[in-house]
């Protein structure tokens, strides 16, 4: 008997319903796990993170962005200055985009509501609080000044709450229910 197929054998393969390529079968297999998730009950925000939306400063005052302030809470990031903007219950935090842990870019999860380094896991609150992992202290907050309905970053002036624990707190802008 010979190992090779007859080109009817692969006539046949060809035409079978089931036969598709590994993209496919990956696309097909995650709408089914993000079906039966659903099906259960857990949200699909929980079994995937979201990518924030990405922003880029409004105009730059000497060396400083300035964004707009964003109207409701969300997570936006700028990637080209390494700024995350975050507006979290009426007050709105800049944060430099690297984990203080070993400089990786974080990432916000949408489901958990956390953000979280990709490297070694830890985990923060909207506000750059340190919950859990390998990091030693909060997320490093850059200065806000407001002007108007805008706020200015100021990127020379990073505070780490275990250095500076009075800047860290203070580098943050109140905003109010209307904005």
Known sequence: ??????DADQFECDACPWAQ?????????GLAAIGAL???????GLAASVTPTRTAPRRRVGANPSYPIPAQDGVQI?????????RWKNEVYAFNLSCPHQNTALRWNQGDGQ???PKHHSKYQPD???ISGRATRNMDRFTLT??????IVNVSAMHKNDVDPAGW???AVHVGDGA
């Open 146 to 151: 407001r002007s108007g309905n805008e706020v």
């Open 115 to 117: 953000f979280q380094c």
């Open 128 to 130: 750059g609080t340190f």
């Open 78 to 86: 700028d990637h080209d200055n390494q700024v995350i903007l975050v």
């Open 38 to 44: 659903v099906m259960v009950g857990i949200p699909p």
């Open 1 to 6: 008997m010979s190992d090779r197929h007859s």
């Open 169 to 171: 707190s203070a580098s």
């Open 21 to 29: 390529n590994r993209r496919e079968f990956v696309r097909q297999t």
